[in-house]
């Protein structure tokens, strides 16, 4: 079935930086979900995206979802290490389900 | 509010052998999740249940693998006979009701076929 694809598959940053990951999809999305998971640990949910360009925020983190609800990104500003974890992006429906993640470390 | 309780923590068995899993999702959520979670990869469907029935089980292989939610509630996954491709993490999910809710997660079942 299809999958959402995310990019990119790793992000090693210094803490501080700024990080961004982005979920695209071949077909129009009627919602899309974020989860965060934690070394050793399962997915938790973030934030689900529902209209045309609509942009959330989360404190530090920014999640917007595209015009033609095609593709989503999550940006977090000033990383820190608790941010360490890999983030999926997840669609509607059962053969559009999770990205493969982008998995982030952070340097103290 | 309790989570979703999975059992058990870990499994390691031989290959051709069976396993089951059992997942207790959070009260009152219709819809239930099984997920196989192979390491270095994003969460893959098997099979959704919304109450006591089968709503997707297309990525399930069932020339294995079976799962049933007695009463629409607790669920139980079983593999038999396992392979060894079939070592990963089992994760059981459940939401209120349906798609578009958020899905809570349990710790998982890390399953090694050896």
């Known amino acids: 079935g299809q999958q959402v694809m995310q990019i990119p598959q790793y992000q090693h940053v210094q803490e501080g930086e700024d990080f961004t990951t982005y979920c695209n999809s071949s077909t129009t999305l009627s919602n899309i979900q974020w989860y965060k998971q934690r070394p050793g640990g399962h997915p938790v949910f973030l934030i689900q995206l529902v209209k045309s360009g609509e942009v959330k925020k989360q404190k530090r983190l920014t999640f917007q979802f595209g015009e033609a609800k095609k593709n989503s990104s999550l940006h977090i500003t000033a990383t820190q290490t608790t941010d360490v974890g890999t983030y999926f992006c997840?669609?509607?429906?059962?053969?559009?389900?999770f990205g493969a993640g982008t998995r982030l470390t952070v340097k103290p | 509010e309790a989570g979703v309780a999975q059992s058990p923590r870990y499994k390691i068995i031989e290959k051709r052998q069976s396993v089951a899993f059992w997942c207790n999702p959070i009260s009152g959520h219709a819809t239930l999740y099984w997920y196989q979670q192979i390491l270095g990869q994003g969460p893959k469907l098997l099979i959704q249940f919304q109450n006591n029935g089968v709503v997707d089980d297309s990525q399930l292989p069932k020339d294995r693998f079976s799962a049933e939610r007695l009463k629409g509630v607790d669920s139980t996954l079983k593999i038999q006979p396992a392979k060894l491709e079939d070592s990963a993490v089992y994760l059981c999910?459940?939401?209120?009701?349906?798609?578009?809710?958020?899905?809570?997660f349990g710790p998982g079942t890390r399953l090694t076929v050896l």
């Open positions: 999910a459940s939401s209120l009701n349906g798609d578009t809710d958020t899905q809570y």
């Open positions: 997840a669609g509607p429906n059962n053969d559009m389900r």
